[in-house]
């Protein structure tokens, strides 16, 4: 059972454009955490964003906890070619335990 | 530092083999886990471990067995490789306090022929 839904699965923009990933559960996790994945590489902490409601920035990445804290989104400005890889959120429940979306691969095109 | 280590790196199994996937951690954390991925599927969770001595079942469990005798290692075991186990593994390991965050290793990438 996949608990976190990602979309798109797939994105492929030209640089410098902006774009948008959503996440979305049925069910409320005590925090939600995004990760970003290069090829050959583990993924790799973000951001965690805890409160219902809350916006993190990241200098051009911006996160949003939904207010039920069973959602979240991840916009990119001004997308660059660094920025491509797997993007993967997590939820964490009241025991630690990670639960992670099904993943958006990102290509940005220079 | 090195964080979490993972070996090998890439395997190559044919049907039927055994054999055991290494994951070693430095950091003292009491959790660790065995994610698969798969295109389309995201992580998903083999077995865990709270600390030495205690494991659990994740959501895909079936052919794979771990044990954690110290905080260190956790290592994961193909009991009979079957094609459908093809795939890349990460271990990940966590304080398991708070917020905490995943640190992964470098993932092995495993083929069953």
């Known amino acids: 059972t996949q608990l976190l839904e990602q979309s798109p699965q797939f994105l492929s923009i030209q640089e410098g454009e902006n774009l948008t990933v959503y996440c979305n559960s049925s069910?409320?996790?005590?925090?939600l955490q995004w990760y970003r994945q290069e090829p050959g590489e583990g993924p790799v902490l973000l951001v965690t964003?805890?409160?219902?409601?809350e916006v993190k920035k990241l200098k051009r990445l911006t996160f949003q906890f939904g207010d039920a804290r069973k959602d979240s989104s991840l916009h990119i400005t001004a997308a660059q070619p660094g920025d491509t890889g797997l993007y993967l959120c997590?939820?964490?429940?009241?025991?630690?335990?990670?639960?992670f979306g099904t993943g958006t691969s990102l290509t940005v095109i220079p | 530092n090195a964080g979490v280590t993972q070996t090998p790196k890439f395997q190559v199994l044919k049907t039927g083999q055994s054999m055991t996937l290494q994951c070693a951690q430095d950091?003292?954390?009491?959790?660790m886990s065995w994610y698969r991925q798969d295109p389309g599927m995201g992580l998903r969770l083999i077995h865990y471990?709270?600390?030495?001595?205690?494991?659990d079942q994740g959501e895909v469990p079936n052919g794979y067995n771990v044990s954690r005798s110290t905080t260190e290692d956790f290592p994961l075991r193909l009991l009979s490789a079957a094609p459908s186990q093809t795939s890349v593994y990460f271990c990940?390991?966590?304080?398991?306090?708070?917020?905490?965050?995943?640190?992964f290793g470098q993932g092995t990438r495993l083929t069953v022929v």
């Open positions: 990940a390991s966590s304080t398991g306090q708070g917020n905490t965050e995943a640190f």
């Open positions: 950091m003292n954390h009491e959790y």
């Open positions: 471990s709270v600390g030495a001595g205690i494991t």
């Open positions: 069910s409320v996790f005590s925090s």
């Open positions: 997590a939820g964490l429940n009241t025991g630690n335990q990670f639960y």
């Open positions: 964003v805890v409160t219902g409601g």
